[in-house]
């Protein structure tokens, strides 16, 4: 219905293309998401596989979010800028080649299209009317021969800010999960295992919400999906664990007993106390 137009109107019928721009966003809040979750819990599983005291985790770790939160923000907008920069470039030079030399520009889309699968006849035919119009067939050269999509540099100035915003939004909700049940349950006199187990399940939760979130713009179904990424960043943050605790055992191999490390850890927080 939605492509018959000769027969219905569209906006009447409401019978429109339903395609979700939210997906656009998906890479940015994904990618920001896991690595805060990922980041933040390798802070607190490697503190705690290292034996260190919960104010000192809760320091390393609000420090540690904050940082990379701003970091990943900044670091999206600025790739995403000098992303649509290349192709701006690129489609400059394509330009430059259409206008002084469009016969060999002609000859080489004949042949990417008959290396697709076009006869030859049809594919001079296709691109030949393309090529009667510059700025069409500039863009469809950037697409094909390049495969990147024509740059808008004007439009797109605050998609740099937007997908910077969503990383850093992302990384920051999503990152502080690791260490919500530290502020939370500190206060009742939990132990230093107890909260760190509680932790290791809100993590392993967040995780397969996100996944599963991410189910609403791909094929596969929310499970699988949620399991996917449970599975991804479990065991990167299962990694921190073990590297927090090799160290603290390195430690002690070396003659450093742990004894000295954690009262060292029990000083740092003691003189850091009011920050918290």
Known sequence: MAHNVVKIDLEDSGAIEAHSKAGDLMKSMLFGGLDGIVTTFAVVAGAGGGGLSVPVVLIMGFSSLVA?????????????KAETEVAARERAREAWEYDNYPEGEVREMVSLYEARGLPHDEAELVVG??????DFFVDVMMRDELGMEPPDVDAQRYEYVRSGACCF???????????IGYVAFVPA?????ALFMLSCVLTATMLFVLGALKSRFTLLSWYVSGMEVLLVGGSCAAAAYVIGWGVE????????????ARATSHALSNTTTDLL
């Open 189 to 193: 006199g939990w132990s230093d295992d």
């Open 249 to 260: 055992e390195l430690l002690v191999s070396l003659g450093v007993s742990l004894h000295e």
């Open 169 to 179: 939004g992302s990384f920051l909700a999503c990152g502080s999960v690791p260490l």
């Open 68 to 80: 990379d939160a701003l970091s990943m923000g900044v670091g999206d907008a600025l790739s995403s």
């Open 129 to 134: 009317t393309m090529a009667k119009h510059r």
